[in-house]
């Protein structure tokens, strides 16, 4: 009897040893990473990972470690990029190196690898090539596109008209516009602003959205045994399983009546594209894949843009002398006869200013979506393993002192140069930058100047009574209040009665 106790003993001991020996050798193949906060055996430094903590911890960590340095998830390094050099140097100098995306559990097993944010190699290639292609076909900023914009600003001015100046949140009725473009050029759909079908839209994105930043999303994805727990599992798929089955319907209705010599969305294409790869064993297009590019097209232009615009107009409120500005340059430009148009950006450089200044200071996505270098890679005098995470700390570059010349402060001039005339910085990197960059850049550049030059054509933004002013640093400390409850005032603006 005496003898297990021992055994007992001997065997803790010896799985001890293994241990600690297993964490001394991969610590030493790892070596070479840039410096960081040290590593809890087993439990790397949690404290630092999650999207929640990049704001807090990362700034700090900068401080002591330089531009580049390392926290570990679990056993697993994760170097993090910080200020425009480094990230520039890492996202487009070395573009083809840092393109690649770590594996993510969670997002693998709902989308069976089709994943279009999360693919790697020749399946995100040809998909990305592919999207962004029928994107273009089917008028993805070209003027057809910009008419889709504009007869939908019409829509969202009668509706922020029938607020009659009280205070409202203008989140929906954003969303109502924003949603509707996306469907249209998606979907193939077009929406009342009280259809139930575009508020299910709205609202099963967001909480998509939401849910893949929520702890327990980021909790499956560290542990991912915990996946094999059903009520936990479908917790977790609950938000991602209701959008897809929004988007299954419209799958289904454009499987039934497709014209393949009349494509008429992007469903259209994909549908069409699929038929003629139906004898290519390997091809990746299929009605997952379709499902799941639709899925984060959804996802990446809809909630970003509406909470764009939101923030938008509460910055107009907070700084009325800004929203005077740029009203007066839209009037000189259209003479109150028309509403703006895209020809009319390089017209309006202070309003395409305000409108980048805007997209810096709420600073919408801190950190880019997570990429991975994709073989063995130099640099900055550090060796980085196939495989190693890395996060591009796009706030870091966004509020670089060597770029910006007043980082903390809302200043539209960033954007302008000594003529007045609008400048794009380099450092504005807003929709990340490199082989990755947003493929709805464009369209999302256009809803912005399109929209909210229409809106404050019409109207003049306050805020509600008694409501005290924010500068730019409270707005950024508290954005996601902002974006998402902020109250404001729509009062008509005489020039346009008259006009």
């Known amino acids: 009897m005496s003898f297990l106790p021992l055994l007992s003993v001997a065997v803790s001991f010896l799985l001890t040893l293994l241990f600690l020996l297993s964490f001394w050798r991969k610590q030493k193949k790892y070596q070479s990473l840039p410096p960081g906060p040290a590593p809890l055996p087993l439990l790397g430094t949690p404290k630092y990972i999650g999207d929640h903590a990049a704001c807090k911890y990362f700034p700090e ?3 002591m470690y330089g531009p580049m340095f390392t926290i570990w998830k679990l056993t697993d390094p994760v170097v993090v990029l910080c ?7 890492a996202l487009l100098n070395h573009g083809e190196e840092f393109c690649g995306r770590p594996f993510s559990p969670i997002i693998d097993l709902y989308s069976k690898g089709y994943s279009f944010p999360s693919i790697d ?7 990305r090539r592919f999207t962004i292609t029928s994107l273009r076909n089917f008028g993805m900023g070209k003027t057809s596109m910009e008419k889709r914009v504009l007869a939908e600003s019409e829509n969202l001015i009668r509706a922020v008209r029938l607020m009659e100046g009280k ?25 009342d602003y009280n259809d139930p079908k575009l508020q299910e839209l709205i609202i099963t994105t967001r909480r998509f959205i939401h849910n893949t930043h929520s702890p327990l999303h980021e909790l499956g ?9 059903p009520f936990l ?5 609950k938000e991602s399983s209701q959008l897809q089955e929004f988007v299954k319907k419209y799958i289904e209705q454009h499987r039934e009546n497709l014209k393949p010599t009349s494509p008429s969305d992007f469903i259209d294409y994909f549908l069409i594209k699929i038929k003629e790869e139906e004898t290519n064993s390997g091809s990746n297009f299929s009605e997952t894949s379709l499902l799941m590019t639709l899925i984060a097209l959804l996802a990446a232009g809809t909630e970003t843009t509406t909470s764009t615009l939101n923030f938008s107009l509460s910055v107009m409120s907070n700084y009325p002398e800004v929203q005077v500005k740029v009203q007066q340059e839209i009037d000189e430009v259209t003479e109150s006869q028309r509403p703006p148009g895209i020809m009319d950006r390089a017209q309006m450089p202070y309003t395409n200013a305000v409108i980048h200044e805007i997209q810096r200071v709420l600073d919408l996505a801190p950190v880019a979506h997570y990429h991975a270098v994709t073989k063995e890679t130099q640099f900055r005098g550090y060796t980085l393993p196939k495989g190693t995470t890395v996060i591009p700390f796009i706030s870091s570059v966004l509020s670089d002192p060597t770029q910006w010349e007043t980082p903390e402060e809302f200043n539209p001039g960033h954007f302008l140069d000594d003529r007045g005339q609008f400048r794009l910085k380099p450092a504005f990197m807003a929709f990340s930058a ?3 960059v947003c493929a709805g850049e464009n369209l999302a550049r256009m809803e912005l100047f399109l929209l909210l030059s229409a809106l404050l054509q019409k109207f003049t933004f306050t805020l509600p009574p008694e409501t005290e002013r924010q500068d730019c640093k409270m707005l950024k400390q508290n954005k996601f209040k902002t974006v998402f409850f902020s109250q404001i005032c729509a009062k008509p603006r005489l020039v346009s009665l008259i006009a």
């Open 83 to 89: 200020g425009y050099e480094v990230v520039k140097d």
């Open 233 to 237: 599992k479908e917790k977790i798929f």
């Open 221 to 229: 994805n560290t542990f991912p045994f915990l996946l094999n727990v």
């Open 167 to 191: 205070p409202f949140n203008s989140l929906n009725l954003l969303g109502c516009a924003v949603g509707n473009i996306t469907s249209y050029a998606l979907l193939g759909e077009h929406f």
């Open 434 to 436: 490199g082989k990755r």
């Open 121 to 127: 190699g020749e399946r995100w290639r040809q998909l």
């Open 61 to 63: 960590l900068r401080r």
